[in-house]
DNA sequence: CTGTTAGCGCCTTCAA
DNA sequence: TTGAAGGCGCTAACAG
């Protein structure tokens, strides 16, 4: 269908007789304008319903006032939630912006990193980056370009700002809790491809091993962790694993997980908290909407997201690069309960 | 920081020993070149890392390949399920996509759409639309300007596209399973500030005058459908009234609710779907992960916000607009049985 | 096949 | 206080 063309900063000039120079200086504000001159310029913009053409301004201001958001996707609520936050923030600084679904694929999270740079945003954030092997470079050499601020994102680079939940800390705590309940054999249940879960497992190993409690065979890799099948992916893979390694307490590396493995007793037969605990991460609204309601580190996404906001700000403004660490909550619900051998 | 300097066409046309031109034509392959000058070029580009200036083109070819999207907000995930579709089928064609959420705000809905016109997006799509009043004028003007469509808004203007589920029939049909279930009672729950309500009321009332059992005290409103609270404050509004009305059953303008309504009757000591049956509406991932189960008509999120991407990628090619009406599909399982009274 | 050149719409010195 | 003019980085004729 036909398109109304639109008016020029050249039209409106035109149109109320004066130069396109003073028509900027009208639209921007930044000089002065005598009053009658101004008058004259403002009825014809609305005259002509003139809007100024960003992508001319910025293209010769060279800054734009859109930022990036590279997400592995929305399936999970953590992500969505943590949209929100930025999305609430920048809006009030006057960014815009673009979002980009990574989808989990090193490669596509290249790309879409690519295509942000080439649309001159003025900064980026990304999600739970993937910043293993070959990407390290990759990531370095963008930085040069634009600001970057990694959200939970755990291997350094210079220059990158990093906001994050301390995750190993959350983890130990959930641990330390789990014990204290009189717990012995916790699995451990994490996906693949993201740095937050090895900051996890790391955290895991530790912990247990301290308490002479470790065992390989406790850490259970459930393949992609943020999709639409992460729940029964989970699930699936617990309800085979379950029988044979027999845990009284299942750490989830996320609330999907968690959802799963509280699935996965169930049709087992085995009682949640009576039979197992079960403890997730991040406390998306779903781990308060399923039965029973899960306890979980709660990871505060709308704060991880104005976080990010308010670092990238800075960032675009001059700023140093720096790291912000938040803390995690437990949050005990109804997935948890003490061992039984104890009782 | 500091930021590198970016280089532009020219430094690579230089460092090549080419022209401009020459450049664009491998940049973009829509003209040939002698194979070994594209050699040198492309070793140019990478020497340099050039990237090219998107705002610069988009400037001179006059238009844009980013497209604006606003959602009330991203705690449904409905939204981010369809956001999901979109962003797919988008960036298969190269658009990138600017995110607003409106917050179930009217005027933010209005502020975000200027937002995006003048960043001279090349088409815009608002899902769940609020066009009631002085809105449809408001988008009268708007779509002088830029292609545009509506996920589920039910107001008519004149070349607005729009995709929507049959809301009407979809709702209808949930209503026959369940008097076909024998429920005679049947509550309705809605929220506020949406078309998609409005119209599932309407077919409710229809349905149920039909069957000589409408009655005005079954409708009731919860306020706010979509944000972080609203299964909570549908659980307590149908705590205070369930007890008085006693239905059987109880129709849910979307899973939120159902969920909420789940917990409620849990609360009062009604046993899902033995005391009372619950449908929901949407199938969003959290309907098959509380318990019980919710039965729901699926809206086929991902489909729509496909099906909106193509529509609107026709339109920007100078498409007309139109209208496409998906079916809803019935998922029975686990929150809906037969009316107690009947067994 | 390749180079030259004229803009795209806007901002910003520099003069007047 | 205002106007003229030179780009910003790139594309698309138009010549060669």
């Keep these: 269908m036909e398109m109304k063309k639109k008016a020029t900063i050249v039209d409106v000039a035109k149109e109320a007789g ?5 028509v900027s200086r009208v639209v921007n504000g930044n000089y002065p304008v005598k009053p009658e001159t101004r008058e004259r310029v403002q009825s014809a913009i609305n005259a002509l319903q003139y809007v100024p053409n960003v992508q001319a301004r910025e293209l010769n201001t060279r800054h734009s006032s859109t930022i990036g958001v590279v997400v592995p996707g929305l399936y999970n609520m953590f992500f969505a939630e943590v949209i929100d936050g930025i999305e609430k923030s920048m809006r009030r600084q006057g960014y815009s912006l673009l979002l980009n679904c990574a989808q989990n694929d090193p490669e596509l999270e290249m790309e879409c990193i690519n295509a942000l740079v080439s649309r001159s945003v003025s ?9 293993e092997g070959l990407r390290e470079e990759f990531y370095r050499r963008i930085v040069k370009r634009v600001p ?3 959200i939970n994102g755990y291997h350094r680079i210079p220059n990158v700002s990093y906001v994050a939940n301390d995750e190993a800390l959350g983890t130990r705590q959930a641990l330390e809790y789990l014990t204290g309940l009189g717990h012995k054999h916790i699995l451990f249940v994490r996906g693949e491809n993201s740095d937050s879960y090895t900051v996890k497992e790391r955290a895991y190993r530790a ?3 301290e308490q002479g409690l470790f065992n390989e065979k406790d850490i259970v890799d459930i393949g992609e962790g943020n999709n639409i099948d992460t729940v029964t992916s989970a699930r699936i893979k617990l309800m085979k694993v379950m029988p044979e390694l ?3 307490a299942v ?10 493995a509280i699935r996965a007793c169930k049709r087992l037969g085995l009682r949640v908290p009576q039979d197992v605990s079960v403890v997730g991460f991040d406390n998306i609204t779903l781990s308060k909407l399923v039965d029973p309601q899960i306890t979980t580190m709660d990871q505060n996404m709308f704060q991880l997201g104005s976080n990010a906001a308010a670092v990238l700000v800075e960032m675009i403004h001059g700023g140093q690069s720096k790291r912000i660490t938040l803390e995690n909550i437990l949050i005990t619900r109804e997935s ?8």
């Excluded at 004066?18 to 003073?22: F, I, R």
């Excluded at 900064?123 to 910043?131: A, C, E, F, L, M």
């Excluded at 948890?336 to 009782?343: D, L, N, V």
Aim: aromatic share 8%; net charge negative.
């Design 18 to 22: 004066v130069s396109v120079a003073t």
């Design 123 to 131: 900064g980026i954030i990304v999600i739970s980056p993937n910043t």
């Design 148 to 150: 970057l601020v990694f």
């Design 207 to 209: 912990f247990m091993a």
């Design 246 to 248: 027999a845990p009284t």
């Design 251 to 260: 750490f989830c590396c996320n609330d999907l997980m968690a959802t799963g």
């Design 336 to 343: 948890t309960g003490p061992c039984k051998t104890e009782a």
